[in-house]
């Protein structure tokens, strides 16, 4: 009798593989059923191996033991060599390369030595070549059983060496999981060899699974909090693999517009669940040809369902899609990311969108080389500001302005405040960028008699990012005393994203520079969501209402809005600007709303700087001035 101690061991190794794969749900999509499938035949295997040696032992046997040792060792070797068969197909799975199985070359590799088992097997039961069972001399080996063998070493051999070759496609521990299959069967087969008694290989092989499971099968790895989707690490590796596979493939981004409203409608407990859903989601598809509008039905359907519990309250989801043919369209792995990152900020609206038609766009390269501009903004001298006179009713003068950053880039020329700004908040590089326009503007004001212009405050916008700097008070003032700025003479615009995240240093540092004689203004006013109660939680002394609001100025209901907000701002004595004002009937109307100020194309354009004394030396000698559109 052999010594059956380790296929005995195998069993419950092959049992609790499949335990955790149910209950870690690994149970769907196709690598996880072919590893499921390799562990269900090994856990087979095992057991009629073990059995085996239970029925064939000792002889002589009654017909019922030939019977089913025959049976059992048929299954055996049927199942051992099938799955070798399916590990193969598993690797091609796992890197990601099982396109290279679409030839007739490689079909005919993989099932033709299989079939020839298989057949071998069958003409077995006629022949007896392969083994046999008698009841007098129990298991006999036949000379055809080398034909198997050769089989099987041809498919762990062909296996062994795609695993070395596909070294590059998985990171180190994965990729060992991967051939320590291989290497486990190799070592299980020689200890058998050399002891026969040992019946070690599906142990082995029960070893080498569990690595699979413990290394490669981590979805923990590349989920997204909630366990829904593949997050950015899986997307980022996916589109690697598949670049480095040099086929033809789409990307399909999809991306949930209202992400901000949705994100405001649940209000702060809920956020945090928001956030683990990512607003963007990327689908590598494989084939091609597959056109692409078909998917959105469903994917809006799934999107719908896994959102339900947000769905009940209320909360409906906006998609739109971008396609991206890879190589056509892109086939840099960096330039495919940052396109991702900024085709929302390329788009017009529409459901779909064709990279290719986005890649024409003339911010296309600005916005996919923006760290580079930015880089040159910060370090050379690309930045420039200019000022937009803000015109005063009262006085009929224009008593203060705006700064407002201009970048003109020496590769893409001039890029827009619009674009810039954003895409430094994301990328990180917004308080080095803001350091250097909060020196500009101090600068031009240290060469500049504001005052004898006429021009009592200059507005510099702050975003969120620079007024969460813990040393931002600290670095003001040192401007400040280095340009001798005097800070009523400035004004901070800060918009209300600011609100999700008061508290803390922000409150500090608005604290502390009102203390020092700054004011603030809330930026664009009416294209969030601020209440009444949230502004006064705010140092805020004047509110400039958005430019959109003065669009709808002269509909009914934009009409009552305007005037109620205006009551309402004026009630709790917040000084007005309107902004945008590019006719001289909406900026009657402001005049007749009693607004304190008005900003807009109406009256000045942004100027350079010479361009800005200029125009003041010429408008504000006498008050009123005689302005008509510039
Ligand atoms: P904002 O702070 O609301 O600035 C007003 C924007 O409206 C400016 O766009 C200005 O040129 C534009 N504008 C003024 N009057 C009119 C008008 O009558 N019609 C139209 N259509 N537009 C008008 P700009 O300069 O392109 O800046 C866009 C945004 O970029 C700014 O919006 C601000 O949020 C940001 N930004 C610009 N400069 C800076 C800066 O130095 N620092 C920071 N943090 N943000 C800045
Ligand atoms: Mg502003
Ligand atoms: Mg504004």
């Known amino acids: 009798m052999k010594n059956i101690f380790f296929d005995a061991c195998a069993i419950p190794f092959y049992l609790l593989t499949l335990w955790t794969c149910h209950v870690r749900k690994l149970t769907k999509g196709r690598t996880n059923r072919l590893f499921i499938a390799l562990a269900c035949m090994s856990l087979i295997c095992a057991i009629a191996d073990l059995w ?49 199985l679409n030839t007739l070359g490689s079909q005919l590799f993989i099932w033709l030595p299989s079939a020839v088992a298989v057949g071998a097997l069958v003409q077995n039961f006629f022949t007896h070549n392969v083994f046999v069972i008698t009841a007098e001399a129990g298991y006999t080996r036949g000379p055809v059983l080398m034909i198997l063998y050769a089989i099987s070493y041809i498919y762990a051999l062909v296996g062994t060496a795609y695993c070395i070759y596909c070294r590059r496609y998985l990171v180190g521990s994965k990729w060992v999981a ?8 190799f070592a299980g087969v020689l200890i058998q060899m050399v002891k026969p008694h040992y019946l070690v290989e599906m142990f082995s092989t029960a070893v080498g699974l569990m690595f699979i499971l413990l290394l490669i099968m981590r979805p923990e790895e590349t989920l997204d909090g909630q366990g829904l989707v593949r997050d950015w690490n899986a997307y980022q590796d996916t589109l690697k693999r598949t670049l480095r596979s040099g086929r033809h493939f789409q990307i399909v981004v999809v991306e949930i517009v209202n992400a901000a409203e949705i994100r405001s409608y649940l209000g702060d407990k809920q956020v945090d669940q928001f956030f683990e859903i990512p607003g963007t989601f990327y689908l590598i598809l494989d084939d091609a040809q597959i056109d692409v509008k078909t998917l959105i039905p469903p994917f809006n359907r799934t999107i719908a369902e896994r959102m339900e519990d947000y769905a ?105 405040p619009a674009l810039f700004i954003p895409a430094a908040e994301r990328v990180g590089m917004i308080v080095a960028l803001g350091y250097r326009i909060l020196e500009a503007v101090f600068s031009f004001m240290a060469q500049t008699d504001l005052s004898a212009l006429g021009i009592s405050r200059v507005e510099i ?27 009523r003479q400035v004004n901070f615009e800060v918009t209300e994203t600011l609100f999700d995240n008061l508290g803390g240093i922000m409150d500090k540092n608005l604290r502390t520079l009102s203390d020092m004689g700054y004011t603030f203004s809330l930026d664009d006013y009416g294209v969030g969501y601020s209440n009444i109660q949230r502004l006064r939680a705010l140092p805020l002394d004047i509110i400039k209402i958005d430019k959109s609001m003065v669009d709808d100025m002269f509909t009914m209901d934009g009409e009552v809005i305007i005037e109620n907000t205006v009551r309402m701002m004026k009630g709790i004595r917040k000084e007005l600007v309107v902004e945008g004002v590019e006719t001289e009937k909406e900026a009657k109307a402001c005049e007749e709303l009693s607004c304190d100020y008005i900003q807009g194309f109406y009256y000045s354009r942004p100027l350079p700087a010479a361009e800005f004394v200029r125009f003041l030396r010429e408008h504000n000698k006498a008050a009123p001035p005689e302005v008509g559109k510039t």
Do not use: W
């Open 312 to 416: 009940r309250q209320g909360v409906r989801f906006n998609l739109e899609y971008c396609l991206i043919k890879c190589p056509d369209d892109l086939k840099d792995f960096r330039e495919i990311i940052n396109f991702g990152h900024s085709f929302r900020y390329l788009r017009k609206p529409a459901e779909v969108y064709e990279a290719a038609d986005l890649i024409r766009e003339r911010n296309y390269g600005p916005l996919t080389n923006i760290k580079e501009i930015l880089n040159r903004a910060i370090t050379e001298d690309t930045l420039e500001m200019y000022f937009q006179p803000i015109y005063d009713i009262r006085t009929g003068g224009f008593r203060s302005a705006e700064a407002l950053a201009r970048l003109n880039d020496p590769v893409y020329g001039m890029v827009s």
């Open 178 to 185: 991967l051939i320590s299959v291989y290497v486990l069967t």
């Open 461 to 487: 916008n702050l975003s969120v990012a620079q007024c969460l700097q813990r040393e931002l008070p600290e670095r003001i003032r040192e401007l400040q005393e280095k340009y001798r700025i005097d800070p």
């Open 52 to 100: 085996m040696e239970f029925v064939v032992n000792p002889v002589p046997l009654s017909r019922e033991q030939v019977i089913l040792g025959t049976v059992l060792s048929f299954t055996y070797k049927l199942l051992r060599n099938s799955s070798l068969v399916v590990y193969l197909i598993y690797i091609f799975s796992v890197t990601r390369t099982e396109y290279r």
